[in-house]
């Protein structure tokens, strides 16, 4: 999809998140495994609890794909904080887990 229309996608982050670099090199991986251009990632700061409320910020790492957070949960914390996501094995990981977010951004490719 490198000459098509590509999904937007997004990273929301703050400034004290330790896993910033993870999630974007896995995000950059699964983008290119789907055929998308890593570079067109958009990196947005968030920066105050009101742009974290604003936002409906879930903690950092977020991604974002046309808008929606793919892993988004009901007992979400919204707030300056790190976010913990479970990945498909059950185990607890700061970032997603790297073969649902392909395979989200292809859900988004195919729609």
Do not use: H
């Not at 009101?50 to 892993?71: C, H, M, V, W, Y």
């Not at 990945?87 to 073969?99: I, K, N, W, Y």
Request: aromatic fraction near 4%; glycine fraction near 8%; proline fraction near 7%.
């Amino acid at each position: 999809m490198l000459d098509g229309v590509s999904p937007s996608v997004e990273l929301l982050w703050w400034d004290g998140c330790p896993s910033l670099d993870r999630a974007l090199g896995d995000l950059r991986a699964a983008m290119t495994a789907a055929g998308l251009d890593p570079e067109r990632i958009a990196l947005r700061e968030v920066t105050t609890d009101e742009d974290a409320q604003r936002k409906a910020f879930a903690g950092s790492p977020t991604i974002l794909i046309n808008g929606l957070d793919p892993f988004a949960e009901d007992d979400v914390v919204v707030g300056l904080n790190c976010r913990v996501y479970r990945r498909s094995d059950g185990r607890l990981s700061p970032t997603p887990d790297p073969a649902e977010l392909r395979r989200a951004l292809e859900q988004a490719v195919a729609a």
